[in-house]
């Protein structure tokens, strides 16, 4: 079945660094995937979707690489700010005609920005 | 403003009483879907709608029923609730552009 990873550990940075979040996947070929940002208590926030053609996506502060060979997606979060500090989730997505492009989570990462 | 609404935010139930959680999306979406968020375990789908009258399993339907009446609304319904449903309920609908899910506030169940 298929299998996300993302970093088991929590991982704390100082502000003004770079955070890079890994999300590693087995038994799945994903028409896409999705990062989104949860804080304590409310519901996911969609932030960025790259498809599996296309090796990296860009939005202000955030970029993200997909490596199809590597099963790979790395989430960076560059000039960091306490503010950025929540769990990060990673979602694989089936094709729309399968269940729907229905999507599979891993469990994310938190990130702790130390000012 | 866009958005995803559930009620209750919090419930406290115990074994057996059957309950309805209510969810609610303005945005004109056809696919919706629930999860429950169990720590380790992440979120985890329990029934997905592909349109009104369109429903289908996810990972975790067991002990769980939905129904799709309207485009907008897509309740869960717990005919008998067991401890083993305590869990951070998430409705969620899918933008049509970049398949991104909106999420609801969450619901906080617990029964004893």
């Known amino acids: 079945s298929q299998k996300i990873e993302q970093n088991s550990e929590a991982l704390n940075i100082q502000e003004g660094k770079t955070a890079t979040l890994t999300c590693n996947y087995t038994?799945?070929?994903?028409?896409?995937l999705q990062w989104y940002r949860q804080d304590p208590g409310r519901g996911p926030v969609f932030l960025l979707l790259?498809?599996?053609?296309?090796k990296e996506k860009r939005k202000e502060r955030l970029k993200v690489t997909f490596d199809t060979t590597l099963k790979q997606s790395l989430f960076h979060i560059t000039a960091s700010q306490p503010a950025d500090s929540a769990t990060y989730l990673c979602?694989?997505?089936?094709?729309?005609?399968?269940?729907?492009?229905?999507?599979?989570f891993g469990q994310g990462t938190e990130l702790s920005v130390k000012p | 403003e866009a958005q995803v609404t559930q009620n209750p935010r919090y419930l406290i139930t115990v074994t057996g009483k059957k309950l309805t959680v209510t969810c609610s999306q303005n945005?004109?979406?056809?696919?919706m879907s629930w999860y429950r968020q169990d720590p380790g375990l992440g979120l985890r789908q329990i029934y997905y709608?592909?349109?009104?009258?369109?429903?289908d399993k996810g990972d975790v339907p067991e002990g769980y029923k939905v129904s799709r009446k309207e485009k907008r609304n897509f309740p869960l319904i717990l005919e008998s609730p067991s401890p083993n449903q305590t869990s951070l309920y998430f409705c969620?609908?899918?933008?049509?552009?970049?398949?991104?899910?909106?999420f609801g506030p969450g619901t906080r169940l617990t029964v004893t």
């Open positions: 969620a609908s899918r933008g049509q552009v970049y398949y991104e899910q909106y």
């Open positions: 038994n799945y070929s994903p028409a896409y």
């Open positions: 790259i498809r599996e053609n296309e």
């Open positions: 979602a694989l997505a089936f094709p729309l005609y399968n269940q729907g492009g229905k999507l599979i």
């Open positions: 945005m004109n979406h056809e696919y």
């Open positions: 709608s592909m349109n009104v009258e369109v429903t």
